[in-house]
């Protein structure tokens, strides 16, 4: 079997500790610290699949609300313990905390994806953030990280300092401003 047993240690987000590993699992131990994302399993043989696209196949199985193919429900994050298959495992740096790389399994991939499968990953790249929540800090970090020229854009004026100072965006907008809003 290639399936993985891990002990969730921050819910929503899920790191946690490898318990046990299957007979087939070649890239997993136990005690390794691991993430898993939003699946935890899928039919590998689609042409989504194939094409690395799982959450667009029809046989997937969500980390949260779905059933294994046991028939015993997914309860993902929200459970002590839960089971994937590792191709949906990732490791996680000993020297980055889990607490730190939580997020980075629900807020960082929701943006990291779009941005790198539309191919807004190339250096010197004007990216637009729109918002500076959860995402939109993701947003910003990843774009700076790929070398973008980041501006973001909030209809929070106290939001400045925190994205150009500590987030390191290239510019900032005011969306309900309309001189800041004009095409340059």
Not at 74 to 90: K, R
Not at 109 to 116: D, E, H, K, M, Q
Not at 141 to 163: C, D, H, L, R, Y
């Amino acid at each position: 079997m290639n399936l993985i047993g891990v002990r969730n240690i921050y819910r929503h987000e899920i790191v946690g500790i490898v318990t046990e590993v299957g007979s087939k699992v070649s890239k997993f131990k136990v005690g390794d610290r691991v993430g898993v994302g939003c699946l935890v399993d899928s039919c590998h043989s689609c042409q989504n699949c194939v094409d690395n696209l799982e959450n667009y196949c029809p046989q997937l199985t969500l980390t949260d609300g779905s059933k294994y193919s046991d028939g015993t429900s997914t309860h993902g994050g929200f459970s002590d313990s839960m089971v994937s298959d590792e191709h949906f495992v990732f490791h996680i740096p000993d020297e980055l905390p889990l607490d730190a790389a939580a997020p980075l399994l629900c807020a960082g991939i929701t943006v990291y994806s779009p941005l790198r499968h539309f191919e807004l990953d190339k250096p010197g790249m004007n990216i637009g953030v729109v918002g500076l929540g959860g995402l939109g800090h993701m947003a910003v970090k990843f774009a700076k990280a790929f070398g973008a020229n980041v501006t973001v854009i909030s209809t929070s004026p106290n939001k400045e300092k925190e994205a150009i100072e500590h987030l390191r965006a290239d510019s900032f907008l005011i969306s309900h401003d309309p001189n800041q809003m004009k095409v340059q």
